[in-house]
C-alpha cells in the first residue's frame, strides 16, 4: 500500500470546563511531539483529536506561519511569484472539498494543466505545495484536492467508506475545474503518487479517454504477495469491516522512517500536523486492497500516456510493481524510471539533488507532450 504504516498518538486538546483549557494544552504538549521550532501550542495542537475537518483546519493555520523556514529544499528553494488560489465547494454529494491551484507567473504561458492525486494519510497543503511550485515555475497550472476525510476537506479523518466512491469525489471536482478559463482546451494530466498512484489509474480506467497522460510516483496498483494478508485474515477483516468499519484496529507496521531516505527530511515530515498517521480504520484497509486487486486485474486496459517513477529501494510500494505494471500496461507511449537507492517519498524524502532531477523528470516529460 501507500505510506500507511504509521503511528502517532491522540491526546485531546482544549477540552473540559472553562479554565481548564491551559491545563490541557501543557498536558497534550508535553505528550507530543518535541517539533523543534514549534511553540507549545503548536505541539499541543498537534496532538488533539483530529477525526472532523473544523479542527484540521485550525491545525493548519496554526503551523502555516513556521513552514517557509522549515530545512526542507521544497519550502526553502520555493520559486516566487506563482499564483496561488485555495477554495472549498460543496459538490454535489455534499462533501465539503478543499482544493488549490498553482499557476505560472504572471505573463507566462500555461502549457497544459497537471492534476494531483495525494497518498494514503497525505495532503495537498505541505511537500506538494513546492513541488506543484517548482512544476507551475516551468509553464503548468498544477491542481490539487483533498480527499473527503484527509486533510482540510470534509469527514472523518483517515476513512474510505469507498474506494469508488473517493474517486468519483476526485472526478466530479477535477471535472469542474478543467473546465476552468485559464485551462480550457488545454491537455490535461493526471500526477499520481502512492496511494494517489491507484487513484490516478482508476480515474483514467473509469475516463480513458479524458487524460493527455498519467504520471505515477511510487503507486499503490498491486499488493505484493509477501505483504498481502492470508486469506483467513482478509475474510475476517472483510466481516469486522462491516461490524466496525471506523475502528482504527488494522494491523501495522512503522515504516515512517523506510520512507525518507534523509533522516533530516523526515524529521520536517512530523510539520504535516494534519496528515492521518493512526493506525489504518478497517473499512479503509478493505477498501485500499479491494482497489489494489481491481486495478491489478485491469492493467491491461490502461491506455494512457504513462510515466511511472519509483525508488529502487522502496520498502512501501514495491518497485517491482511499477515493472508489471509498465509491462501490462498497453500504452504505446510508456516510460519506467527507477531511481537507485531511492525510498518511498522519491520527491520529499531523498537528498536534494535527487529530488530535484525527480521533479526535473517530470517536467521533462510534460514539455515533450506538450
Not at 535527487?354 to 510534460?366: C, E, K, Q, V
Amino acid at each position: 500500500m501507500a505510506a500507511i504504516w504509521q503511528r502517532h498518538a491522540v491526546v485531546p486538546w482544549r477540552i473540559g470546563r472553562p479554565g481548564t483549557g491551559r491545563v490541557v494544552a501543557a498536558a497534550a504538549a508535553a505528550a507530543a511531539p518535541r517539533l523543534e521550532g514549534a511553540s507549545e501550542e503548536m505541539r499541543a495542537a498537534a496532538a488533539q483529536c483530529l477525526d472532523w475537518a473544523p479542527a484540521r483546519r485550525c491545525v493548519r493555520g496554526a503551523f502555516a506561519p513556521l513552514l517557509p523556514t522549515l530545512d526542507h529544499c521544497l519550502f526553502k528553494m520555493a520559486p516566487e511569484g506563482i499564483q496561488m488560489e485555495e477554495n472549498f465547494e460543496t459538490n454535489s454529494k455534499g462533501a465539503e472539498i478543499f482544493w488549490k491551484s498553482w499557476l505560472p507567473r504572471e505573463g507566462t504561458a500555461t502549457k497544459a494543466a497537471l492534476f494531483f492525486c495525494h497518498g494514503y494519510g497525505g495532503t495537498c497543503t505541505f511537500f506538494f505545495e513546492g513541488v506543484a511550485k517548482r512544476i507551475a515555475a516551468a509553464g503548468y497550472a498544477v491542481y490539487a484536492m483533498d480527499y473527503p476525510g484527509f486533510g482540510l476537506s470534509y469527514g472523518l479523518h483517515g476513512y474510505i467508506a469507498s474506494f469508488d466512491g473517493m474517486v468519483d469525489h476526485v472526478i466530479e471536482q477535477y471535472s469542474q475545474i478543467k473546465d476552468r478559463k485559464e485551462v480550457h482546451g488545454l491537455p490535461h494530466f493526471l500526477l499520481g503518487q502512492s496511494m494517489g498512484g491507484a487513484v490516478a489509474l482508476k480515474v483514467h480506467l473509469k475516463q480513458p479517454k479524458e487524460w493527455d497522460g498519467v504520471l505515477l510516483v511510487a503507486p499503490m496498483c498491486k499488493i505484493a504477495e509477501d505483504v498481502t494478508p492470508p486469506a483467513p485474515v482478509l475474510k475476517a477483516l472483510s466481516i469486522l469491516s462491516c461490524l466496525l468499519p471506523k475502528a482504527k484496529l488494522f494491523p501495522q507496521k512503522d515504516i515512517g522512517d523506510l520512507s525518507f531516505r534523509d533522516p533530516r527530511k523526515r524529521k520536517v515530515a512530523e510539520y504535516d500536523a494534519i496528515a492521518y498517521t493512526h493506525q489504518m480504520r478497517l473499512r479503509t484497509a478493505v477498501e485500499l486492497l479491494k482497489a489494489a486487486k481491481d486495478i491489478e486485474s485491469q492493467l491491461e486496459k490502461i491506455c494512457s500516456p504513462l510515466l511511472i517513477l519509483h525508488g529502487s529501494a522502496d520498502m512501501v510500494t514495491d518497485p517491482r510493481v511499477s515493472e508489471f505494471l509498465y509491462e501490462k500496461a498497453s500504452s504505446k507511449d510508456k516510460t519506467l524510471k527507477l531511481y537507485e537507492d531511492g525510498c518511498h517519498c522519491i520527491l520529499e524524502g531523498e537528498p536534494d539533488d535527487r529530488i530535484s532531477t525527480t521533479i526535473n523528470d517530470i517536467i521533462s516529460w510534460l514539455d515533450s507532450r506538450c
